[in-house]
């Protein structure tokens, strides 16, 4: 009679939770219902909203913001290429580092996957303008209240420059005038003999402009987007200048990356549309070539920086934590040059 007794039990108790399960599945479908009927019946208010959202852009006040972006923007780009007409800079054959100099450090901070080993020489080749202001390209679009770019439309639409899309948006540059703005005022035409000719005091003026209007765009741009959305990639760093991030499934090119996956989209800053491009920085105190044992003592500072200090200009505060200018220098001895060559 007890194993009788414990079999009912076990069958009653089964019998219970199956009609339990039914009665949750059958109201969580009917929660699932409503909120589906709600959703439906509130849509068109929704996208009544968002259709209505790109009417309150361009902002007015904000126009004249934009304008002195591009100016400085343009600006910024003439005097890095008559810098670089006078003053060599080298970038690595086999990864992205960047050194302001007529030879390049003998750090052993290459970690190319195409040479397959950490920690290596780099292989120095001569540099370019976009190797010191590093270009960000996003897609264009026509207004900022149209639809989310799918994957299948990806080569639809043009890619421009990131802040020329996000000026463009401010109501400085009209939508159908991007492009040719991009390539009249990015390609500016600077002859070398001009350039060459110049006394020392100029090139410090040159150098002291460049600077200057590196500091214009990024307080620009600090203030555009708290007005005017827009997104970046936390994994592959793709910007998108819009309301949204597209849904083009181009994240995914390291092995730390999903391979082919969608966007991991969060809000842009200014280092992500004008990224620092960070360089070793020789001192007066260092050596000729900075070799690898006193990279403890060596500084840092954006290449645009370093760029105009060895134009003479004077560099804001703000870069002296990491670029140690006062610091101490490496001990340097001819015999480690003569063991490292």
């Given amino acids: 009679m007890g194993l009788v007794n414990l079999a009912m039990a076990n069958w009653r108790h089964k019998l219970w939770s199956s009609f339990q399960g039914v009665s949750y599945s059958t109201t969580s479908s009917r929660i699932n219902k409503s909120k589906f009927d709600d959703f439906r019946k509130i849509r068109p208010m929704i996208l009544r909203r ?28 003439t005097n890095v290429t008559a810098l670089l007409k006078v003053f060599p800079v080298l970038t690595c054959k086999f990864c992205s580092e960047v050194f302001v100099g007529k030879e390049g450090h003998l750090i052993q901070t290459c970690r190319s996957y195409i040479r397959r080993g950490n920690n290596r020489l780099h292989e120095w080749v001569p540099g370019s303008v976009n190797d010191i202001l590093v270009p960000v390209e996003s897609f264009h679009l026509d207004h900022m209240s149209q639809g989310v770019i ?114 991991y989209w ?17 001192r007066p105190q260092d050596p000729v070539v900075l070799v690898d044992e006193g990279r403890s003592y060596y500084g840092h500072a954006p290449a645009i920086v370093s760029l105009c200090s060895h134009a003479g200009a004077i560099v804001p505060t703000k870069y002296a934590c990491e670029m140690k200018p006062q610091g101490l220098s490496f001990p340097f001895t001819s015999s480690i040059l003569s063991c490292e060559t």
């Avoid at 361009?58 to 002195?68: C, L, N, Y």
């Avoid at 969060?266 to 020789?282: I, M, S, T």
């Fill in 266 to 282: 969060e809000k842009a800053g200014v280092n992500d549309l004008v990224p620092e491009k960070v360089v070793w920085h020789r």
């Fill in 50 to 77: 968002i259709e209505n959202r790109g009417k309150e852009y361009p902002i007015k006040d904000i126009v004249s913001v934009a304008e002195e972006i591009l100016k400085a923007r343009h600006n910024l780009i």
């Fill in 150 to 263: 799918k994957h299948q439309q990806r080569f639809d639409y043009d890619r421009v420059p990131a802040v020329l899309e996000l000026c463009c948006q401010a109501g400085a540059i009209h939508p159908e005038e991007i492009l040719q703005y991009s390539e009249v005022h990015d390609n500016p035409q600077v002859s070398d003999e001009d350039i060459k000719n110049l006394p020392v005091g100029d090139l410090q003026y040159v150098g002291a402009n460049a600077l200057n209007a590196w500091e214009r765009v990024r307080a620009g741009l600090k203030k555009l987007l708290l007005v005017y959305p827009s997104k970046v990639c936390k994994r592959c760093n793709e910007v998108h200048v819009g309301p949204s991030g597209h849904k083009a499934r181009l994240c995914g090119v390291f092995k730390y990356e999903s391979w082919r996956g969608t966007h």
